[in-house]
């Protein structure tokens, strides 16, 4: 196992075309392994611009231009990629926001499909239905490769402490999350919530998002970040375009579990409710 990794984010400003966005994500990429990155996470939609009346036309098969793109990225750069998250169209037409991971040889070791869909009515702030196009997930894949173990979680599913805390029992050491928060719900919950998870979990989270665009139709609030398993924030972006790098310690997720062994201090004898009223 490594006992440390060096990874970037690119938070990157995601337009209308493709091929430009494709164009801006190689080169990002690129850049961050010319300067050591190990690993590399891309945000959610980094391909699409994430408008619903839009998602349809962008979506692709597995596999199609997109993630082999991704592929070929990974394996000339020998790096674990996150392709952040894509619409993805199955055999049966249904569109899933899917995030695929590469190893250094291009091969996918990852799958996630969102599983919680963001459909939220927030008077005169936010309105968005992601069901409106997409399909939901059923399933949290762990990936381990080379003694690491960790999963992908997209955007709304952190809010979700079940999801975390599954994959976390399940010896997860990290989470990486490829997400397009707002300017509604940015400033409130981002920080928090990924702080959160890592204290609740003991272990690094990894949050990707989209560079601000001013002339999108969706406001990404930007400000990747990561978190160590005591909850500081190591690194972390603005609004704007950036790459942000962290070097994880993995002994830091021991160390802090055997400390303050809150895992296995969890009583499920009594985690459930009372219908007696009592």
Same mark, same amino acid.
């Given at each position: 196992?490594?006992?440390?990794l060096?990874?970037?984010?690119?938070q990157?400003?995601?337009?209308?075309?493709?091929? *430009?966005?494709? *164009?801006?994500?190689?080169?990002?990429?690129?850049?961050?392994?010319?300067?050591?990155?190990q690993?590399?996470?891309?945000?959610e939609? =980094?391909n699409?611009?994430?408008?619903?009346d839009?998602?349809?036309?962008?979506?692709?098969?597995?596999?199609?231009?997109t993630?082999? =793109?991704?592929?070929?990225?990974?394996?000339?750069?020998?790096?674990?990629?996150?392709?952040?998250?894509?619409p993805?169209k199955?055999?049966q037409?249904?569109?899933?926001?899917?995030?695929?991971? =590469? *190893?250094?040889q291009?091969?996918?070791?990852g799958?996630?499909?969102?599983?919680?869909l963001?459909?939220?009515?927030?008077?005169?702030?936010?309105y968005?239905?992601?069901?409106?196009?997409f399909?939901?997930?059923?399933t949290l894949?762990?990936i381990?490769?080379?003694?690491?173990?960790?999963?992908?979680?997209?955007?709304?599913?952190?809010? =979700?402490?079940?999801?975390?805390?599954?994959?976390?029992?399940?010896?997860?050491q990290?989470?990486?999350?490829?997400?397009?928060?707002?300017?509604?719900?940015?400033?409130?919950?981002?920080?928090?919530?990924?702080r959160?998870?890592?204290?609740?979990?003991q272990?690094?989270?990894?949050?990707?998002?989209?560079?601000?665009?001013?002339?999108a139709s969706?406001?990404?609030?930007?400000h990747?970040?990561?978190?160590?398993?005591?909850?500081?924030?190591?690194s972390?972006?603005?609004?704007?375009? *950036?790459?942000i790098?962290?070097?994880?310690?993995?002994t830091?997720?021991?160390?802090?579990?055997?400390?303050?062994p809150?895992?296995?201090?969890?009583?499920?004898?009594?985690?459930?409710?009372?219908?007696n009223?009592?």
């Open positions: 196992m490594r006992e440390k060096k990874l970037a984010i690119c990157m400003q995601v337009s209308a075309c493709k091929k *430009d966005n494709l *164009d801006k994500a190689g080169d990002m990429v690129n850049k961050a392994c010319c300067r050591g990155a690993m590399v996470i891309l945000p939609m =980094f699409a611009p994430y408008q619903t839009l998602l349809a036309e962008y979506a692709e098969s597995f596999p199609g231009p993630t082999d =793109f991704l592929s070929d990225l990974a394996r000339r750069n020998s790096i674990f990629l996150v392709g952040g998250s894509i993805e199955d055999a037409g249904r569109i899933y926001n899917c995030s695929y991971t =590469f *190893d250094e291009g091969h996918v070791i799958k996630h499909r969102k599983i919680h963001f459909d939220v009515d927030i008077p005169g702030q936010l968005f239905k992601e069901s409106d196009v399909t939901a997930g059923d894949q762990l381990q490769y080379h003694g690491l173990v960790w999963a992908v979680l997209i955007c709304y599913d952190i809010r =979700f402490p079940e999801l975390a805390r599954m994959a976390a029992l399940e010896g997860a990290m989470l990486v999350i490829p997400a397009a928060f707002n300017h509604t719900t940015g400033p409130a919950h981002w920080e928090l919530l990924m959160t998870r890592a204290v609740d979990n272990l690094f989270v990894v949050a990707a998002s989209p560079a601000l665009n001013p002339e969706y406001q990404a609030w930007g990747s970040l990561v978190v160590d398993p005591w909850g500081t924030v190591i972390a972006a603005g609004s704007g375009e *950036d790459t790098y962290a070097e994880l310690d993995w830091m997720v021991d160390k802090v579990r055997r400390e303050l809150l895992l296995k201090h969890r009583r499920t004898d009594v985690y459930q409710l009372n219908h009223g009592v």
